[in-house]
């Protein structure tokens, strides 16, 4: 007989995780295309515990098919995918992983700000197909001491505004309410600031809430001069009107590390000069993937061990 807790693994986490949480618990794995019910009429339920991750998520109809579940234990900060009022309902404690990951995610940030404006990406190429012995790269554009307007002051962009702080750029952020205690100017409007800044990035939460917040209007406010980069979800941005907006040159340039229906990227950017394409790596190295790992393992710990997770996200 098995004294386990049984946890429900829903989707793929980092092979380490997966070997901890088979170790201390009866763990069993949902993949992604599965069928959750043909999987639980399978497996049963008397699940207690579901880790997941912000790119799979869970939504209302998992966490309503699972009748003992007491805690969800996501792998990531993001929780758009994640059902909270579902949870929420039924009195289930989610933890995810903030704070581990806010230095990677903001120096990705800064990385593709200097990437598209330098355009080290492109350089790159250039030299790879020998065309640095036909003639010069075309110049890139100035960071040190341009203005910098962020979208989102929570605590990535609070990290985000510090390094920008180190290039000395003017920096403006945007949020629905100012943010005590810091030494940035609040703008209200988001046209307003997206038509004083060199750069905008954005870095605000997915979800309903913010779906296209960046759309066409925001786009020209930005103008031919002006450089967008996206380390937030795909959702934000109106990705249909990024597209004309980068194949028109109504913008001079946008550095994405996430897009509306990843791992889909939209075919036209493929060709375009002036975009940087990332495959949603922000938090992507070893360090933090393993603070990440660790803080996942431990929420659900903390819930068996005290009754709560250690970052309550709802
Ligand atoms: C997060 O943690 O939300 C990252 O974007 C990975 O999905």
């Not at 200097?114 to 640095?132: H, K, P, S, Y």
Request: charge should be negative; hydrophobic fraction near 45%.
């Amino acid at each position: 007989m098995n004294n386990k807790q049984r946890i429900l693994q829903q989707g793929p986490l980092m092979p380490g995780l997966e070997a901890r949480l088979a170790e201390a618990y009866d763990l069993h794995r949902l993949d992604t295309q599965a069928d959750p019910e043909t999987f639980l009429a399978e497996h049963g339920d008397g699940f207690v515990g579901l880790v997941t991750s912000a790119a799979v998520g869970a939504d209302a109809a998992l966490i309503d098919a699972l009748p003992a579940l007491k805690v969800i234990s996501s792998f990531g900060v993001g929780l758009d995918k994640l059902d909270l009022d579902a949870a929420a309902r039924r009195g289930i404690a989610v933890g995810n992983t903030p704070e581990v990951l806010n230095d990677c995610v903001a120096d990705l940030a800064i990385a593709l700000m200097l990437d598209v404006a330098r355009r080290t990406a492109a350089a790159d190429r250039f030299v790879r197909r020998g065309e640095w012995l036909e003639h010069r790269f075309p110049l890139g554009r100035r960071v040190s001491g341009a203005k910098l307007g962020i979208v989102g002051l929570g605590r990535i962009g609070r990290t985000i505004a510090r390094r920008a702080g180190g290039f000395e750029m003017d920096i403006r952020y945007h949020s629905r309410r100012p943010v005590a205690d810091v030494p940035w100017q609040h703008e209200p409007s988001l046209l307003a600031l997206a038509g004083w800044a060199d750069y905008l990035i954005v870095i605000t939460a997915g979800g309903a809430g913010t779906h296209h917040l960046i759309d066409a209007e925001v786009l020209d406010a930005l103008g031919p001069d002006g450089f967008i980069v996206n380390v937030s979800r795909g959702s934000v941005i109106d990705e249909a009107a990024l597209v004309k907006a980068l194949v028109d040159k109504r913008i001079a340039g946008a550095g994405l590390d996430v897009f509306d229906r990843e791992p889909h990227v939209p075919g036209e950017l493929m060709h375009l000069d002036n975009v940087v394409l990332l495959p949603h790596i922000a938090s992507a190295t070893r360090e933090t993937r393993q603070a990440m790992a660790d803080l996942t393992f431990d929420n659900l710990q903390a819930f068996f061990r005290d009754g709560q997770v250690l970052t309550f996200a709802g």
